[in-house]
């Protein structure tokens, strides 16, 4: 089993920066690409960006270039630095990870609430 905790949600206005990090525990081999989902009121969950075991970033087309995330492998630990916040970016937000086995998302954190005000 894998824990995932997130923390750095928060308040900000637009065009502020928030960064939001996750703490995973547990049988880390077991897991291989990590990355942050998030949920608007009244719409899916989405996946914003992804970093695999080696590094390898993918990033959703409305953050790209916004956001960075990265990953430390000695710490277990994935970021999500966000800059220029949009008020469209609130959402809920979720640290996920790949399970090696079944290839499916399948570990998830709490969540963290992300508000940015116009």
């Known amino acids: 089993q894998v824990q995932l905790v997130e923390s750095g949600g928060g308040y900000v206005q637009a065009g502020g920066s928030l960064r939001l990090s996750c703490a995973a525990s547990?049988?880390?081999?077991?897991?291989?690409?990590m990355g942050w989902y998030r949920q608007a009121p009244g719409k899916q969950r989405e996946l914003v960006a992804r970093?695999?075991?080696?590094?390898?970033?993918n990033y959703q087309d409305s953050v790209r270039g916004r956001s960075t995330i990265s990953r430390d492998n000695a710490k277990n630990t994935v970021d999500l630095q966000m800059n220029s916040l949009k008020p469209e970016d609130t959402a809920v937000y979720y640290c996920?990870?790949?399970?090696?086995?079944?290839?499916?998302?399948?570990?998830w954190g709490q969540g963290t609430q992300v508000f940015v005000s116009s």
């Open positions: 996920a990870a790949i399970r090696l086995i079944s290839g499916r998302w399948e570990y």
């Open positions: 547990g049988t880390m081999f077991s897991i291989l690409t």
């Open positions: 970093i695999t075991s080696g590094g390898i970033t």
